[in-house]
């Protein structure tokens, strides 16, 4: 399995992105049975979790996104996306998508995301 985030990049506060993360080399049935969420990690800080979507479907976020942020996915295109709204600086960070596939571990590369004015 392999995972591809794209959707990264600069916007000033306030603004939105939308993150996605393409799967590849993953059955349908295994990829729609998965868990997966988005992490991100700013510098000098821990990674941490921003939000999960459960293979039943059940969304969980970060108290610092929810309200801001909405996790989804697509299963006929294997895809995994967040999109993030009233972005303020806090939320600057490398974005990582990881999907458990029957208790392995999967992380795409990270994604840049930079708020400033």
């Known amino acids: 399995v392999q995972l591809q985030a794209s959707g990264g990049g600069s916007v000033q506060p306030g603004g939105s992105l939308r993150l996605s993360c393409k799967a590849s080399?993953?059955?349908?049935?295994?990829?729609?049975?998965?868990?997966m969420e988005w992490y991100r990690q700013a510098p000098g800080k821990e990674r941490e979790l921003v939000a999960a979507?459960?293979?039943?479907?059940?969304?969980n976020y970060a108290d610092s996104v929810k309200g801001r942020f909405a996790i989804s996915k697509d299963n006929a295109k294997r895809t995994l996306a967040l999109q993030m709204n009233s972005l303020t600086p806090e939320d600057a960070a490398v974005y990582y998508c990881?999907?458990?596939?029957?208790?392995?571990?999967?992380w795409g590369q990270g994604t840049q995301v930079t708020v400033s004015s």
């Open positions: 990881h999907i458990d596939v029957w208790g392995t571990h999967y």
């Open positions: 979507l459960s293979s039943s479907g059940n969304k």
């Open positions: 080399r993953i059955i349908l049935s295994s990829f729609s049975s998965a868990s």
